[in-house]
């Protein structure tokens, strides 16, 4: 696999030459700083995009010429990354050699269309397409609550800190959404191709000059941008009195959400040391929490942790009945306080190394997962795959320690089903 990144000016073009996929991935990544009151109108914008564009005036037209490109492939997705606002499009396309020449060329063409060429008239979309849209994301939020788990984890973002960035619903806002007409939608548009910084990936079996030229000509951003806000948000210290809150729900069964701070971490602390502490903790089939919160005791039906780095946070989530939570609370934190004691073997480390080894092999089976990789090398400068193996098999029980006394239970939420499924 070759790696080679251009500074084109108004965006980084990203050539991962490799020829073990039949396909070429595109990624256009749109980034700008999170703000609340734009989260709903880019999400709007996100699935504007596969509606219809102006050559193509429906979504039916959209999807006969993708299928005409041997069943090209376009997606987007909107997501938050640290305190940025991450809008990415995707294009996916059976190589030429699998097709006929100049069927890549034509997909790229038909990106470009899509991001570049919206179906706006008189400065504005259309007002009965962004209707459909929007009516899909209303029904979305008005059954945020059915989704227990990922509701649980929402509502613990704004108890521990409203003003925080975590804190906000990237799914959107009720209240915003009845605001966004053709017009604003189409302002908000504009603003985002003028002002958002770009990064496009390309991987695949490709040629890097032919390559660079076909981005120069089809991708039509052409603002220089500057990083304007720090990618992590602010290390902010646990607090000295845990916050516990919850919320009531027509379910049979309780979600337990929990947040920890990672206090003042060194970025190899959060990449390695971390990784594996949490691994050892929750984040696999063999771990801690795991084995006794829900084998060995049966305390939930679910349990989990998963690292937010950029957040400085750990969070553990698990289904449970209402009567254990407090027995689950006691037997996590005692968990936690075995990770500070050292309460865990060389081999519990070892598996969490394998376990992570393999993740990482994972990775190379996916131009997604790949693109992922290298996009993290660039907003925060993270080791490429072969230096992590190195160095996650360096990390010592010592470290783990070290990073386990830096991570504090702060804030639980519980969604407490009241035994009654909803009709």
């Keep these: 696999m070759e790696y080679v990144k251009k500074d084109l000016g108004s965006f980084h073009l990203h050539l991962i030459k490799t020829d073990k996929f039949k396909t070429i991935t595109v990624r256009v990544a749109f980034r700008s700083p999170v703000v609340k009151e734009e989260i709903t109108i880019r999400n709007v914008l996100c699935d504007m995009f596969l509606q219809s564009s102006s050559k193509y005036p429906s979504r039916r037209d959209l999807t006969i010429e993708a299928q005409e490109l041997y069943a090209a492939d376009i997606q987007t997705y909107n997501s938050r990354l640290g305190n940025y606002n991450n809008l990415d499009i995707y294009l996916s396309v059976l190589h030429d050699k699998y097709t006929e020449k100049g069927n890549f060329l034509r997909a790229l063409e038909f990106l470009s269309e899509i991001i570049f060429h919206p179906d706006v008239s008189l400065k504005k979309f259309s007002e009965e397409k962004l209707e459909i849209v929007k009516n899909t994301m209303k029904s979305n939020l008005s059954s945020l609550k059915e989704d227990g788990a990922s509701y649980s984890l929402l509502r613990l973002f704004e108890v521990m800190d409203k003003s925080r960035v975590s804190s906000y619903r990237m799914v959107g806002y009720l209240e915003d959404l009845e605001k966004i007409t053709g017009d604003t939608l189409y302002q908000y548009y504009e603003k985002m191709i003028r002002s958002d910084m770009v990064d496009v990936f390309v991987i695949g079996d490709i040629d890097f000059l032919e390559m660079t030229r076909m981005i120069r000509e089809y991708i039509l951003v052409k603002t220089v941008k500057r990083q304007r806000v720090p990618y992590l948000l602010e290390d902010v210290r646990p607090r000295a009195r845990r916050l516990f809150s919850k919320e009531v729900v027509h379910t049979s069964q309780s979600k337990l959400s929990i947040g920890c701070r990672c206090h003042h971490l060194t970025d190899y602390e ?154």
């Design 270 to 423: 959060r990449n390695y040391a971390l990784t594996l502490y949490n691994i050892i903790l929750g984040g696999s089939g063999d771990s801690k929490l795991f084995k006794e919160v829900r084998e060995k005791y049966s305390l939930c039906y679910v349990i989990n942790s998963v690292p937010n780095k950029l957040d400085h946070l750990i969070l553990i989530r698990a289904g449970i009945d209402k009567e254990n939570y407090q027995k689950a609370l006691e037997l996590i934190d005692k968990n936690l306080q075995d990770m500070r004691k050292g309460e865990f073997s060389d081999e519990d480390i070892q598996v969490a190394k394998e376990y992570f080894c393999t993740a990482l092999d994972e990775v190379e089976d996916s131009p997604s997962r790949i693109m992922d990789n290298y996009y993290m090398m660039e907003l925060i400068g993270t080791d490429d795959l072969d230096v992590k193996r190195e160095k996650i098999m360096g990390v010592t029980k010592a470290e783990i320690m070290k990073v386990a006394k830096k991570v504090k239970m702060d804030t639980v939420f519980l969604l407490e089903g009241d035994g009654h499924e909803e009709n």
